[in-house]
């Protein structure tokens, strides 16, 4: 029997009661105590002598014995809640929060609650506390059952550090537009899924694998000593799993992505792996879902300069696009040689002050959405530049490429109106160019924005025909008044008897239904002349009679 309990007696508070504190402390993991009043003694759970090294369950100063474990700037909360607890009623909860050493040597943040208990006599008694691990607080994911990401981590973190020589893979499972789920049958179907998935997934792994359920609908496990065709096989069996998920009426095909990283090969500790294994997951989303990636330093490296352009974007959007500038590709009347117009290009500068190529950021713009707020720039800046440049040249043209994301927004059609009428620009004097067309599906709706931008007179074209597939349906399909024949082309134009005969008939094809052609990269004289006189094309441009200009340099051309 322990010596300290003898010394309190059979009256004391603590001995009355250490029956129940022992039947409680060994059914939780959370830390306990209970301060008696009287003679200031302190009776600690068994799992405090273990991981803290107390010499006893008794101690006279509990607040001094733990206070070198909290970390230093967290110690002043343990004494403001020491204080609060002495002016509050008995039976009031008192609480806060901190960061305590933990036995593997690290800093973990854990709960303090505590209570006062009185006596018969209404009297402050005891102090009943409970210290807890906020890891540990939540172990299990409440809709599937299965435990969650805090468990995941230890588990792993167990697993790297039982051998020297361990080695397997994370796997993350992400399911596809699982949101879609969702909205069309409800949450409550959707949590029924998610139960469903999470049972199947786990009859078709291993027995001694353990499946783990994170946050965002994505699943996590780990395998020992696994190559990268064991873990294929592994998602091909998850994949079929999931093909077909019931409904009373329907049958919904749900689909998963997967990311997989080695260890030690990519890392060997457990918030790299689980860094590397989601970035993974996004790769195979890239690549377009319902397949597994697995890491590469490559891959990650570019995913990393891709985040870190896009976080530059967006700062620089904040800012009112100050990064951003235009250029101007100066546009020719093919049967003169004089110019006419300017196609208005996007440029953007990177943190170094160098210039990015313009594939490299625009879609990111266009996949985040930023697009949306870039493209009113665009379109303001264009159109303010233009109205200084008719001050020069009344009749030129200035061309603005418009993506389909840009069509989605509705408000562009009144933003684009509001500049109008702001600049007071005639509108035949603009072009809205459409980008990536052959991504396009619904033609009824484009037609529709368009329709709306044409009757306020503005012109429009389709930029880059050739490219994609089912040109000459885009033709039908889409309403618009000039069509830009793409580089590709033009380039072997003078040796490609294929080449001569597709882009001089196509120019005819659309001057009989009444569309202009411009010719986009043309680099040379003789292609120049080729164009003009054999084609019958209506506008040049390409490096040959100049390359995209600043502003500045720009102006200089109307001057002359």
Known sequence: MNTNFLQLGDDSPLSRIKTYFDALQNSADEYFFVVDLNSGKVMLSQNFIRDFSFHDSIVDDFAALLTPFIYYEDREIMESAMSELDSASPGVEVTSEFRLLNRNGEYGWVSLRMSTGVDEFGQPEIVAGVIARMDLKQKADYITGLLNRNAFHVALMKELNSSPDVRGAVIFI?????????????????????????????????????????????????????????????????????????NIEDTIYCTASAGATFYPNDADDVITLMRYAEVALDFARQKGRDQIAFFDSESYDRWRYDIGMQNLMQNSIARGCEDFFLCYQPQIDAKTGELVGAEALLRWYDRDGSVVAPMQFIPMLEKSRMIIPVGHWIIEKAVSTLKKWHELMPTLQVSINISLYQL?????????????????????????????????????????????????????????????????????????????????????????????????????????????????????????????????????????????????????????
Not at 532 to 547: H, K, L, N, T
Request: aromatic share 14%; hydrophobic share 40%.
């Open 174 to 246: 992400g399911l596809d537009n699982f949101q879609l789920i969702n909205e069309t049958y409800g949450h409550q179907f959707g949590d029924t899924t998610l139960r469903q998935i999470a049972q199947d997934i786990t009859n078709i792994l291993p027995p001694d694998i353990r499946l783990y359920k994170l946050d965002n609908n994505m699943f996590a496990f780990f395998v020992s000593d696994v190559y990268p065709e064991e873990i294929e096989i592994i998602f091909s069996s998850i994949q079929l799993c999931m093909r077909e998920i019931r």
């Open 408 to 560: 989605e927004e509705h408000m562009l059609f009144e933003f684009v109106k509001d500049c109008l009428d702001r600049y007071q620009i005639d509108p035949t004097r603009l072009t809205f160019e459409l980008t990536e067309s052959h991504n396009i599906y619904d033609w009824d709706f484009v037609n529709k924005q368009f329709q709306a931008f044409h009757d306020l007179g503005i012109k429009i074209s389709m930029d880059d025909f050739g490219m994609g597939y089912s040109n000459l349906g885009f033709l039908k399909n889409f309403q618009c008044n000039e069509i830009k024949i793409d580089r590709v082309f033009v380039e072997d134009i003078l040796h490609s008897d294929y080449d001569k005969n597709l882009v001089k008939y196509v120019i005819m094809l659309c001057h009989a239904v009444g569309m202009e052609v411009c010719i986009e990269g043309v680099e040379d004289e003789a292609t120049y002349i080729f164009l003009r006189d054999e084609c019958g094309a209506d506008v040049i441009q390409g490096f040959y009679f100049g390359y995209p200009e600043t502003e500045d340099v720009f102006v200089k051309r109307l001057k002359k």
